[in-house]
């Protein structure tokens, strides 16, 4: 049974940099044909994606948070990091990382999310 477990700060000032970690137990990271994507939800909205690392290393990110955005991974640990930069109080959100099956065309484990909100 794969797992995944989001772990950082609660709350992080403005302007300051966010760095989450996802734990992963069950399974491999290095897996092939699997994505290790993170996805937040502000308050009252949707989902947004925020990107992913895959299987391979390679990384990709979307538009809107691009700019400020960067995820990596250590495979010793079986963990990838998002990292956003200059946060803003629209960055709070509750993140999640979750596994992108490629085969399936659909992500099939969650972490349970984690609450950060940006405030000073």
């Known amino acids: 049974q794969v797992q995944l477990q989001e772990s950082g700060p609660g709350l992080v000032k403005p302007s300051q940099s966010l760095s989450l970690t996802c734990t992963v137990s069950?399974?491999?990271?290095?897996?092939?044909?699997?994505?290790w994507t993170w996805i937040r939800q502000p308050p009252g909205k949707g989902m947004e994606w925020i990107g992913y690392i895959a299987y391979s290393g390679s990384t990709y990110y979307g538009p809107s948070l691009k700019s400020h955005t960067s995820i990596s991974r250590d495979t010793s640990r079986n963990q990838f990091t998002l990292q956003l930069s200059s946060v803003t109080p629209e960055d709070t959100a509750v993140y999640y990382c979750?596994?992108?099956?490629?085969?399936?065309?659909?992500?099939?484990?969650w972490g349970q999310g984690t609450q950060v909100t940006v405030s000073s």
């Open positions: 069950g399974g491999s990271i290095t897996t092939n044909d699997y994505y």
């Open positions: 979750a596994r992108w099956r490629s085969d399936f065309q659909a992500y099939d484990y």
